[in-house]
């Protein structure tokens, strides 16, 4: 039986409005009509056949959107939205470049840089001047990140530390300068540091150095490159994604105001992750104070997230945590109101490895850091850092692995252990191909 039962809404094939038009030709012109598909009648038949399906694919289409298993596309998002639930949008990868080139060139908004190789382009959101680096000193405090010059060439610090007697030379990639690790950005002496994002949206990668070639040239300005990888971006959230994340909402609106709270904060546009603690006593726990809440948040605007955490907390209900927006209450007094954005804890690796030569692409070793940052991206906010678990993502995502030899793991550079580095959850691990780093051999098939 078709249309509305009760184990739901069942649609007729066109093959089945085929035979019921027959049927009711021969009740009205006899049984000895002719309906045969190349008749004329036949022909007509297949034509109000074709748009009785359309409206019968109208009718399947309406009694779904009322179902979240089967709605889809706008419909499943006008169910959402009954909830005040949105699609993601889709997002942009972000990654901040580095313009080596003449000391005073301007750099405005919309200068283009590509990646070699791909069809990835990224666009400088903010200006920028190029002004000359700092001399490399010995015997010097710097933070991780410093850019300096020595040898005709910049250099970056990838882990805080203090130099050394010997400057760092040639073209790297890396150069030792006591404790200090220096990274080879470049020939040149003055740079500036610039914010860009891609130009298309989506899970566009830009590992560190990738981006590499002047796409809108500027007098002044001679290379470019990016110190660390990209943030990749996402593709607008699929059906699959959104019915999952409905679920959990009305989970968690169901279960309890702490959960409903995490619901409300993780409909922020832009946040990822989002967890909350309660403290019930009526003394301090950890950081938290008595009666009072912490929200740990990934991504998302400050002031929205400071705004749902308000209008979803109970009242008299204190907040902690290392940020603090100023907002109003309904009945407009102010009100402080804080959360916690997690630490990245940066993570060095340094991987040994055996391989098939006929199966191991000439790249493989960087496809090894990359799979490996992809690995990390993945993880959930706390996951410790587990030896192991690299070792079997490299395996998964490179073929002609023949053995994972050593993995050593570290919170600074040249880890000499495979001991699990155990994160708190007001912490994620923070993986770049530059704290990578990748040695391969010839095995025994």
């Given at each position: 039986m078709a249309g509305v039962t009760i184990n739901g809404f069942v649609t007729k094939t066109v093959s089945e409005l085929q035979e019921s038009l027959q049927a009711a030709?021969?009740?009205v012109f006899g049984k000895n009509v002719n309906v045969d598909s190349r008749s004329r009648v036949g022909q007509e038949i297949d034509i109000f056949a074709d748009a009785l399906s359309d409206a019968w694919d109208l009718a399947e289409a309406v009694s779904g959107a009322l179902d979240p298993s089967s709605a889809t596309g706008v419909l499943l998002d006008n169910l959402c939205a009954l909830t005040g639930l949105t699609r993601a949008a889709p997002a942009k990868s972000k990654v901040a470049i580095l313009a080596i080139g003449t000391a005073g060139t301007v750099l405005p908004i919309g200068r283009q840089a590509g990646v070699t190789g791909s069809s990835?382009?990224?666009?400088?959101?903010?200006p920028g001047t190029i002004a000359a680096a700092p001399a490399w000193v010995t015997a010097t405090p710097y933070a991780e990140g410093a850019i300096v010059v020595a040898a005709g060439a910049l250099w970056r610090a990838t882990a805080a530390g203090t130099s050394g007697a010997s400057a760092p030379t040639g073209i790297g990639p890396t150069h030792n300068d006591g404790s200090v690790v220096w990274a080879y950005q470049g020939a040149g002496s003055a740079f500036a540091l610039?914010?860009?994002?891609?130009?298309?949206?989506?899970?566009?990668?830009?590992?560190?150095?990738?981006v590499d070639s002047i796409v809108t040239p500027v007098a002044g300005w001679a290379a470019v490159t990016n110190p660390l990888d990209a943030v990749p971006g996402r593709d607008l959230?699929?059906?699959t994604e959104l019915r999952l994340r409905r679920q959990q909402q009305i989970a968690n609106v169901g279960s309890s105001p702490l959960n409903a709270l995490i619901a409300k904060v993780s409909n922020v546009k832009g946040v990822s992750t989002a967890v909350a603690f309660e403290n019930a006593t009526d003394a301090t726990v950890g950081t938290i104070g008595p009666h009072g809440i912490e929200v740990i948040v990934e991504g998302g605007d400050?002031?929205?997230i400071a705004d749902a955490i308000l209008n979803a907390k109970a009242a008299g209900i204190a907040t902690f945590g290392t940020s603090l927006?100023?907002?109003?209450?309904?009945?407009?007094?102010?009100?402080?109101?804080?959360?916690?954005?997690?630490?990245l804890q940066s993570i060095w690796v340094t991987v040994a490895l055996s391989k098939d030569p006929s199966k191991y692409p000439l790249n493989g070793d960087d496809l090894v850091k990359q799979a490996l940052v992809e690995f990390g991206d993945s993880q959930v906010l706390g996951k410790d850092?587990?030896?192991?678990?690299?070792?079997?993502?490299?395996?998964?995502?490179?073929?002609?692995?023949?053995?994972v030899t050593s993995v050593l793991i570290g919170t600074a550079p040249a880890p000499v252990s495979s001991a699990t580095i155990v994160l708190s959850i007001r912490q994620r691990a923070d993986y770049d191909t530059t704290r990578i780093n990748v040695a391969s051999v010839n095995g025994t098939i």
């Amino acid at each position: 039986m078709a249309g509305v039962t009760i184990n739901g809404f069942v649609t007729k094939t066109v093959s089945e409005l085929q035979e019921s038009l027959q049927a009711a030709f021969r009740r009205v012109f006899g049984k000895n009509v002719n309906v045969d598909s190349r008749s004329r009648v036949g022909q007509e038949i297949d034509i109000f056949a074709d748009a009785l399906s359309d409206a019968w694919d109208l009718a399947e289409a309406v009694s779904g959107a009322l179902d979240p298993s089967s709605a889809t596309g706008v419909l499943l998002d006008n169910l959402c939205a009954l909830t005040g639930l949105t699609r993601a949008a889709p997002a942009k990868s972000k990654v901040a470049i580095l313009a080596i080139g003449t000391a005073g060139t301007v750099l405005p908004i919309g200068r283009q840089a590509g990646v070699t190789g791909s069809s990835t382009v990224f666009e400088t959101t903010a200006p920028g001047t190029i002004a000359a680096a700092p001399a490399w000193v010995t015997a010097t405090p710097y933070a991780e990140g410093a850019i300096v010059v020595a040898a005709g060439a910049l250099w970056r610090a990838t882990a805080a530390g203090t130099s050394g007697a010997s400057a760092p030379t040639g073209i790297g990639p890396t150069h030792n300068d006591g404790s200090v690790v220096w990274a080879y950005q470049g020939a040149g002496s003055a740079f500036a540091l610039i914010d860009a994002e891609a130009t298309a949206t989506g899970r566009l990668q830009g590992f560190a150095g990738s981006v590499d070639s002047i796409v809108t040239p500027v007098a002044g300005w001679a290379a470019v490159t990016n110190p660390l990888d990209a943030v990749p971006g996402r593709d607008l959230e699929t059906d699959t994604e959104l019915r999952l994340r409905r679920q959990q909402q009305i989970a968690n609106v169901g279960s309890s105001p702490l959960n409903a709270l995490i619901a409300k904060v993780s409909n922020v546009k832009g946040v990822s992750t989002a967890v909350a603690f309660e403290n019930a006593t009526d003394a301090t726990v950890g950081t938290i104070g008595p009666h009072g809440i912490e929200v740990i948040v990934e991504g998302g605007d400050s002031i929205e997230i400071a705004d749902a955490i308000l209008n979803a907390k109970a009242a008299g209900i204190a907040t902690f945590g290392t940020s603090l927006e100023n907002r109003t209450t309904s009945n407009g007094d102010p009100i402080d109101i804080r959360y916690t954005r997690p630490v990245l804890q940066s993570i060095w690796v340094t991987v040994a490895l055996s391989k098939d030569p006929s199966k191991y692409p000439l790249n493989g070793d960087d496809l090894v850091k990359q799979a490996l940052v992809e690995f990390g991206d993945s993880q959930v906010l706390g996951k410790d850092v587990v030896a192991s678990a690299l070792s079997g993502a490299i395996f998964k995502a490179i073929p002609g692995v023949l053995d994972v030899t050593s993995v050593l793991i570290g919170t600074a550079p040249a880890p000499v252990s495979s001991a699990t580095i155990v994160l708190s959850i007001r912490q994620r691990a923070d993986y770049d191909t530059t704290r990578i780093n990748v040695a391969s051999v010839n095995g025994t098939i």
